[in-house]
């Protein structure tokens, strides 16, 4: 079929503009392609809107807490703060926790805690940063214990100053601990989870890996940096063609928690943010595990107040970081 596109001049005259060449099944395909697209978007339309509706429905009616009862949690830094408060919480659960510490006395101390109330647990001292350790600790716990079905990356550290102050083996340090820890960690754990379509983990990152804070580059970097690693991780294992629907993922994102690491914390608020207890971070930490969310803070109220910032011109919502100043002083 051709096609001859003109006009007529002032003289009356036809003028050729374009003359091309096309035929049925050309003009066909063009046709199937712009339904075929308007239809896809369609359905996308409708799945948002559906997940929308969906999500807001959750919101106000939360899913029932699942059960966690002979699941193996092995937990990094039991021997304290909320690594400690959680494992005992995860052992009166019904759960088999192993505790993991580079702190034998800290790390005994939970497990005895734990039995005391009639709960199942084992202790294993192991450095997280030494790949070629945890692997040998995925090893023995496998013989001794069982396959671990859910792991928790909570052990970490933070050194608070000014990032000209932070020396090169307190960086490397951070590094090591809290986020690439994660990593030989998720390489032992994973691949039996990945087996079994069935597993849970958990990854402690910081609200300081949400939003940026003095005294803390390094530190939030690694923060950053664990938020980054599960959504890219989530991500991974949604797109196989395998089925991967039963391991879970929870990244928590804690505001000022009295562990020890925060020695010199700064509110002008304190009944809006509140230090939190050990005791009161596990509780959160616990339940959003039994609901499978994929992300919470601590308090939850951080999180929307985030995601609403995030929608305002950067230099408008500092104004708002301005007016609560908090954060923490140098060491």
Not at 21 to 38: C, H, L, P, Q
Not at 90 to 118: E, H, M, S, W
Not at 167 to 175: G, V
Not at 290 to 308: A, F
Request: include cysteine; aromatic fraction near 8%; proline fraction near 4%.
């Amino acid at each position: 079929m051709w096609f001859n596109v003109a006009f007529v001049g002032k003289n009356g005259r036809k003028k050729n503009l374009l003359f091309f060449k096309t035929d049925e099944r050309g003009i066909g395909m063009k046709v199937y392609n712009f339904v075929s697209v308007a239809l896809e978007i369609a359905v996308l339309y409708v799945k948002m809107t559906a997940m929308w509706i969906f999500c807001v429905y959750q919101f106000f009616f939360p899913k029932e807490p699942k059960s966690i009862k002979g699941e193996i949690v092995l937990i990094t830094g039991a021997g304290h703060g909320m690594g400690k408060e959680t494992a005992i919480r995860l052992g009166g659960l019904g759960a088999t926790v192993v505790c993991v510490d580079i702190n034998p006395r800290g790390n005994q101390d939970t497990v005895n805690i734990i039995q005391g109330n009639k709960g199942k647990a084992h202790r294993y001292e192991c450095d997280v940063t030494d790949r070629d350790a945890i692997n040998a600790l995925a090893e023995k716990v496998r013989r001794e214990v069982g396959e671990v079905t859910m792991l928790v990356n909570n052990a970490g550290i933070m050194p608070c100053k000014p990032i000209l102050e932070t020396s090169e083996k307190e960086i490397r340090a951070l590094f090591d601990v809290n986020i690439l820890a994660h990593l030989w960690l998720l390489q032992a754990f994973l691949p039996h989870m990945m087996e079994t379509n069935h597993g849970h983990i958990i990854a402690m990152s910081s609200m300081a890996g949400v939003v940026g804070l003095r005294n803390l580059v390094p530190y939030c970097a690694t923060k950053f940096a664990v938020r980054g690693l599960m959504e890219a991780l989530h991500e991974e294992l949604r797109e196989d063609a395998r089925d991967f629907s039963g391991i879970k993922l929870t990244v928590i994102c804690p505001y000022i928690v009295d562990t020890g690491l925060c020695k010199n914390p700064r509110i002008k608020f304190p009944g809006l943010l509140k230090i939190l207890s050990p005791a009161q971070a596990a509780e959160k930490i616990v339940d959003a595990v039994q609901r499978d969310y994929d992300e919470i803070t601590i308090p939850s109220s951080l999180y929307y107040i985030n995601m609403w910032c995030r929608t305002m011109p950067r230099r408008v919502s500092l104004y708002l970081k301005d007016f609560l100043d908090s954060g923490l002083d140098a060491d």
